[in-house]
């Protein structure tokens, strides 16, 4: 098996070989992780992998609403962001989610630092075309990567909670999934590991289901229209094809309760589900 480092995406910054991987997770997944996997991951940082996080939050912040008495709505998939909803999610993302994974990380030896996407523009943002009906949520129009590469270069993988913002001072509440494929694709990461509580995408073999190896998106579309995906499936491959931005031509889907999972991707080890983009 070749080394880890070996296959991680090489990008060039002050003259020195980078070897990134961004990592997607939801913030409830994250908190339901083992205690091996965050091992993993330090052991990665620690042999030269600098891995850059990026979180989400929701049922935290359905949950934070709920306390507070404020109603919340989806529409078409997205929260409708009112200004008191904005409050909150800023505060459950940006603080006591991204702060809970810091301090986890560090508890197994890793080193973190944990930011917003409104930290130096870090995420710059305008409104979605049906904002109107939505409320504050972005859409990402620019990442400042060199603020990335600055945590990188002091020896932090960088945490950061989906928060956007516009030169008018203007918060945003940006999707996770996408803020993620934005954030690799500034970065020229290809390839995006989506962290989960599902192995992969089944398909039916017979009497029993396989994980696929690897699908495109338009097979993923064409599994949900004869109802192969379904329930509450549909949503996590969904999730994983808005990584697919900019640079990024693949996403893989796995089980982050899996041994050593992060290690075994960025090895070449054939494990969870490749979305690839087709050209």
Same mark, same amino acid.
């Given at each position: 098996?070749?080394?880890?480092? #070996?296959?991680?995406?090489?990008? &060039?910054?002050?003259?020195?070989?980078?070897?990134?991987?961004?990592? &997607?997770? #939801?913030?409830?997944?994250?908190?339901?992780?083992?205690?091996?996997?965050?091992?993993?991951?330090?052991?990665?940082?620690?042999?030269?992998?600098?891995?850059?996080?990026?979180?989400?939050?929701?049922?935290?912040?359905?949950?934070?609403?709920?306390?507070?008495?404020?109603?919340?709505?989806?529409?078409?998939?997205?929260?409708?962001?009112?200004?008191?909803?904005?409050?909150?999610?800023?505060?459950?993302?940006?603080?006591?989610?991204?702060?809970?994974?810091?301090?986890?990380?560090?508890?197994?030896?890793?080193?973190?630092?944990?930011?917003?996407?409104?930290?130096?523009?870090?995420?710059?943002?305008?409104?979605?075309?049906?904002?109107?009906?939505? #409320?504050?949520?972005?859409?990402?129009?620019?990442?400042?990567?060199?603020?990335?590469?600055?945590?990188?270069?002091?020896?932090?993988?960088?945490?950061?909670?989906?928060?956007?913002?516009?030169?008018?001072?203007?918060?945003?509440?940006?999707?996770?999934?996408?803020?993620? #494929?934005?954030?690799?694709?500034?970065?020229?990461?290809?390839?995006?590991?989506?962290?989960?509580?599902?192995?992969?995408?089944?398909?039916?073999?017979?009497?029993?289901?396989?994980?696929?190896?690897?699908?495109?998106?338009?097979?993923?579309?064409?599994?949900?229209?004869?109802?192969?995906?379904?329930?509450?499936?549909?949503? &996590?491959?969904?999730?994983?094809?808005?990584?697919?931005?900019?640079?990024?031509?693949?996403?893989?889907?796995?089980?982050?309760?899996?041994?050593?999972?992060?290690?075994?991707?960025?090895?070449?080890?054939?494990?969870?589900?490749?979305?690839?983009?087709?050209?």
């Amino acid at each position: 098996m070749q080394s880890a480092v #070996g296959h991680a995406d090489q990008v &060039k910054h002050t003259g020195v070989a980078r070897r990134n991987f961004v990592m &997607k997770c #939801g913030g409830s997944t994250l908190a339901a992780l083992p205690d091996s996997f965050f091992d993993d991951l330090a052991r990665l940082q620690s042999e030269g992998l600098q891995p850059v996080i990026v979180h989400g939050g929701g049922p935290a912040i359905s949950d934070n609403l709920a306390k507070l008495g404020i109603e919340t709505e989806f529409i078409h998939g997205l929260r409708k962001t009112t200004e008191p909803v904005l409050d909150v999610v800023e505060m459950v993302l940006a603080g006591s989610i991204n702060k809970q994974i810091v301090r986890r990380i560090g508890m197994h030896g890793g080193r973190a630092l944990g930011l917003s996407g409104s930290d130096g523009y870090l995420i710059e943002a305008k409104p979605v075309p049906n904002a109107a009906e939505v #409320g504050w949520v972005g859409e990402v129009t620019s990442v400042q990567a060199s603020i990335i590469t600055g945590v990188l270069d002091m020896g932090y993988m960088p945490v950061i909670a989906p928060i956007g913002i516009d030169r008018s001072g203007q918060r945003y509440n940006i999707n996770a999934d996408t803020a993620a #494929g934005a954030v690799a694709s500034h970065l020229g990461v290809s390839r995006m590991i989506v962290v989960t509580d599902v192995p992969g995408i089944l398909k039916k073999n017979g009497v029993e289901k396989k994980v696929l190896e690897s699908i495109t998106v338009q097979e993923i579309e064409d599994m949900i229209s004869t109802g192969e995906i379904y329930g509450g499936m549909i949503p &996590k491959v969904r999730a994983a094809i808005a990584c697919i931005h900019g640079k990024v031509k693949e996403v893989v889907i796995v089980d982050g309760s899996e041994p050593q999972v992060l290690s075994r991707v960025l090895s070449g080890e054939s494990i969870g589900t490749r979305i690839v983009r087709m050209q």
